[in-house]
């Protein structure tokens, strides 16, 4: 497909605002660049010592990094802990997330919907120490019961083993406030995608008899695929780097762990790590919580890099390409009607081509 | 070195970044509206003026804030940042950086600490530990009915070392004649996050009990026994929620919950819960001067030296630290004034009165004068 | 996902599978199965001992079962799907209700002692010290951590916004998908979601320091730790919504001849607009509830400063982290002001939220669903 250029070439007049606007953008590209060039070598640069020294004997021998060989060691549990909470937390939020946001966009009756939606919105804006306040003082108790249930009668799945929490500190616990904490990032940014499902498909699909379910599934998925796992990443970025409602809840141990109902077995995370030891720490111990954070920078970066390579290969259907599906214009004009500004110009402009909705297979991926 | 180097060519590339977006920075290092020179020994307090930061040990947090009160009220043109938040360790590194005027601290600065403060911030005059906080570390627990249990140090090392694990062992039955314990798992709980008091009771059970408690001592607590709770009142609130939990929490977090008598010494009967006198006897029987340079005060505390009836066998001493020479000769009168104020008998009972302090001797109050003498 | 596949699915078995067709149930069936579902696992649970959670669970298990065996039996197969999604969908979302609920419900009914009180908000925390009895009284008050909020959040939106926006702008309608500039900014922009709060207050700390020297706390450096945490995010959530506005509404405008500058101003800004202020909300709220970044970079003070560019500032969130980790003596007291500026903050970002949406409705053209 051509179209990416497309833009650029149609954008034949250039006025000084036009210059000025453009520069300013680009700058900002760049401006990105150097700041994250910036924290880059600040992190890098930190972290080298620590990562470098010898773990047996000085600073880092004693005090809140007693008790390691080296830099290793004492970080590859703490990038399994984050890895493991992160994913709890996901397997717990994105789903329901994603059932909320098509509940508020296609499900719920539009009259609530609304009401809905900035709930949502405004759950999104509940800062994290309060999710940690409620954590400790509500969830906690809370899930105690189900997890000694689940510890008595199931206890031979690894997860659930272990001798069983009694003051709930447990990864589960931290892993349910996760989920909580990164359900409305996933719900606002998901549903406001959904709302935007050129909505002729949705009545193509109606129209030949679908049941709602399957207008979503063949409709709206595909069509919202990229901005939905552009929202999952952001959720997970939060949930990877959740620092202090994990050490407010959780009852942390340096180790390797499946485990999700015990009081010391709970595989700590390098954000929350860092929170609970950096107050203590000395210059040589602060460099060695930093290197791990920047193994943290390294975590989200290859999560990132293999989700975008996950998407690009299950089909080309995502992202940019799927919003000027068809090369045709007239087709395009008629594929979506999407209410514009330029209806008030135009209020025919999308109703003129009824022959566009013949063709729109070529949104297909499995055609 | 070299790495340094790189750090700071990364921040300035930063820096330049910023510029495009932060119109400007007013210059805020150090300077403060000078204050009229007055003689350390009376100081005049209404004269001073100027800005205090400082930050360091969350044991001094609540006790900080009243003598912060105590002292802006008299000294109105002055103001007082002390960051409990940062920690004990934290504290000294900061203040090492030349970030804080003092730092509040659990330990004295350690020798090669002590040498490094000599180049910054301090210059070669060196730096001064002064004991401004004196309290203790209060073993809480949470039982049904609320009975009142007495432990031993060896007791205590082998419940947090996992070894004793139900409230009706027959060592803790034992030493509570009279008390009727129930059977009930004893789930431990301790800080998640390293704490300068995980730091005092994990020396106190290595001291009173080596060969239960086989770990070093340390900030960071050592072992997988039982619940890490983040912060003094992690641990209480967990404590407190629970049944058959027990847990150490220093004074001023402790709160209404329940304390165990911890025996004095290694044998007899003698079983003593916390009390700022008791608490005063312990200091005076457990310390010995560690002096690490002319005016320093460092003690030093042997556990094993309380054996006086009236102790507290776990008391914990806290440290103010603060240059001799400051850069900036104002600032060093106005954090002398405020150290000076802590370290008089008015200071210390307004910390009795306000945080569960207990008052530091009067000899030990006279020293703290001498050395304050001599900031500038 | 071909049409052809949709209206003859299923081979046809005994008639053809048509909803005018085969059986139908009566419109309140779900109501009813509803019911029965509740009844029966009460039931069930009255017998087994009451437990309010387990009577609830179960009667989700059994509803779902029900309606789907119920509607593949009368209807078909296709029905019976569309029946359990629907049931998903709703249980999904009363599930996610009842935590974000009850954390509000806690927050309000804890806080609303202290946040509700007109001299809790407007008053700056402070102490009495009484020389007699050596005494120190708190009188309690967030006006400092009031403003420091407001100070440091709208330093670090000021800055981030427009940084984020006219990024997500560049990569949209600027870069080519497949220019290398476009693959790095995208890239580091994903990187920087992963850079933890506190490792972005030490990096802002630690420039500021090599610019004013060591006592460089300022709400400030505290603002610009906030920055390298909000860009990505802004960039992010602006990226996804500008995508979304379709291409023919630019190829049209470009059609009546304007320039790239009013089109992406005047049309695919304010069609985006509601999705754009999602995505700055979310990065603000993301942001307003640090406190480890806070910490590191402007230290913590009880007094009330409003210089962002010099000493130590406060801010709601690290006034609830301190009271709460922190407490006074009177540790209830130190909880309820903690739980009062928590309430005081989420009443803060709602009416930021309030506020962006009363923007957003100005700017967005009409007709926008």
Known sequence: MTESAAPRRMSAKARPSDRIFRSLSTGSAVLIMVILAGVAIFLIAKAAPAIAADWTKGDLASGTTAGHTDFWTYTGPLIWGTIWSAFIGLLMGAPVAIGIALFISHYAPRRISGVLAYLVDLLAAVPSIIFGLWGIFTIRKFLLPFQEWLNAHAGWFPLFGGTPSTTGSTMFAGGVVLAVMILPIITSITREIFLQTPRLHEEAALALGATKWETVRLAVFPYARSGMLSAILLGLGRALGETMAIAMIMSPTLLFSLRLFTDNQNSQTIAANIALNFPESNTLQRDALIGTGLMLFVISLIVNFAARFIIGRTGKTGGSKKKVPALNPTVALALDDAASPLDALHPHASSAHPEGLKPSQPEGPRA | MKLKNVAAAGAIVLASALALTACSGSNNSGSSNSPKPSDTSSVDLSSLSGTITAGGSSAQANVQQAWTTA?????????????????????????????????????????????????????????????????????????????????????????????????????????????????????????????????????????????????????????????????????????????????????????????????????????????????????????????????????????????????????????????????????????????????????????????????????????????????? | ????????????????????????????????????????????????????????????????????????????????????????????????????????????????????????????????????????????????????????????????????????????????????????????????????????????????????????????????????????????????????????????????????????????????????????????????????????????????????????????????????????????????????????????????NLIARLVARLFAPKGLR
């Not at chain 2, 490094?116 to 009915?145: D, F, H, M, R």
């Not at chain 2, 200091?283 to 005016?295: E, L, P, R, Y």
């Open chain 2, 71 to 376: 002292f802006t009220q008299q000294a109105t043109g002055v103001k007082i940042n002390y960051d409990k938040s940062q920690g004990s360790g934290g504290g000294v590194t900061n203040w090492l950086a030349g970030s804080y005027d003092f730092a509040g601290t659990d330990a004295a600065l350690k020798p090669e600490q002590f040498t490094q403060a000599q180049t910054a911030p301090c210059g070669a005059a060196g730096a001064l530990n002064i004991p401004v906080y004196l309290s203790g570390v209060g073993i809480i627990y949470k039982l049904p009915g609320d009975p009142k249990v007495k432990v031993t140090g060896q007791i205590l090392a082998q419940i947090f070392a996992g070894k004793i694990t139900s409230w009706n062992d027959p060592k803790l039955v034992a030493v509570n004649s009279g008390t009727t314990l129930p059977n009930l798992k004893i789930s431990v709980v301790h800080r998640s996050d390293g704490s300068g008091t995980t730091a005092n009771f994990t020396t106190y059970l290595s001291q009173i009990d080596p060969t239960d408690w086989t770990w070093a001592a340390g900030t960071a607590w050592p072992n997988n026994v039982g619940s890490g709770q983040q912060g003094g009142s992690g641990v209480v609130n967990t404590v407190e929620a629970g049944s058959g939990t027990i847990g150490y929490a220093d004074q001023s977090s402790v709160g209404s919950a329940t304390m165990a008598d911890v025996q004095v010494g290694t044998s007899g009967s003698t079983f003593s819960t916390y009390s700022a006198a008791g608490a005063t006897a312990a200091f005076a029987a457990a310390a010995t001067d560690a002096s690490q340079g002319a005016g320093d005060l460092t003690k030093k505390l042997d556990y094993t030296k309380i054996t006086d009836a009236s102790a507290y066998p776990i008391p914990l001493l806290s440290y103010d630290v603060l240059c001799k020479n400051f850069k900036d000769s104002t600032q060093g009168k106005l954090t002398a004034a405020y150290i000076g104020f802590i370290g008089s008998s008015e200071g210390q009972q307004v910390g009795a009165a306000n945080a569960k302090a207990a008052p530091l001797p009067d000899s030990i109050l006279a020293e703290i004068k001498t050395s304050l003498a001599d900031v500038k």
């Open chain 3, 1 to 352: 996902m071909t049409a052809t596949a949709i209206p003859n699915a299923p081979a046809p078995k005994r008639r053809i599978d048509n909803s005018l067709t085969s059986g139908q149930l009566p419109r309140l069936f779900e109501v009813y199965v509803l019911a029965g579902a509740l009844i029966v696992s009460g039931v069930l649970f009255a017998v087994l001992g009451f437990s309010a959670v387990g009577w609830l669970v179960v009667s989700a298990i059994l509803y779902l079962l029900f309606v789907g065996i119920f509607s593949a039996v009368v209807e078909n197969r296709r029905q019976a799907v569309d029946r359990l999604v629907r049931g998903v969908v709703v249980i999904a979302f009363l599930l996610a209700l009842a935590p974000l609920l009850s954390t509000l419900i806690e927050v309000i009914s804890r806080g609303a002692k202290d946040a509700l009180n007109p001299a809790f908000i407007f008053q700056t925390g402070g102490s009495h010290y009484d020389p007699q009895t050596f005494k120190v009284t708190t009188t309690i008050g967030a006006w400092q951590s009031v403003v420091g909020t407001l100070i440091i959040t709208g330093i670090a939106t000021v800055i981030s916004v427009p940084i984020g926006m006219l990024t997500a702008i560049y990569l949209v309608e600027y870069g080519r998908p497949s220019h290398w500039m476009n693959r790095v900014v995208t890239f580091l922009v994903d990187v920087m979601t992963g850079i933890p709060s506190i490792v972005a207050g030490l990096f802002a700390f630690s420039l500021f320091t090599l610019i004013f020297g060591p006592k460089a706390f300022s709400g400030f450096s505290a603002a610009i730790a906030l920055c390298v945490l909000m860009i990505p995010i802004v960039v992010r959530s602006s990226e996804e919504m500008l995508k979304l506005v379709s291409m023919d509404l630019r190829e049209a405008s470009y059609a009546l001849g304007t320039t790239k500058f009013v089109t992406i101003t005047r049309i695919v800004l304010p069609t985006a607009i509601s999705g754009l202020i999602t995505g700055v909300m979310i990065s603000i709220a993301r942001v307003i509830g640090e406190t480890a970044p806070i910490f590191v970079a402007a230290s913590f003070t009880n007094n009330f400063n409003s210089n962002p560019f010099a000493n130590a500032m406060s801010t709601l969130p690290v006034m609830a982290y301190t009271g709460y980790k922190f407490p006074s003596t009177d540790i209830q007291g130190s909880y309820d002001s903690a739980w009062g500026a928590a309430l005081l903050l989420v009443i803060l970002v709602v009416i930021l």
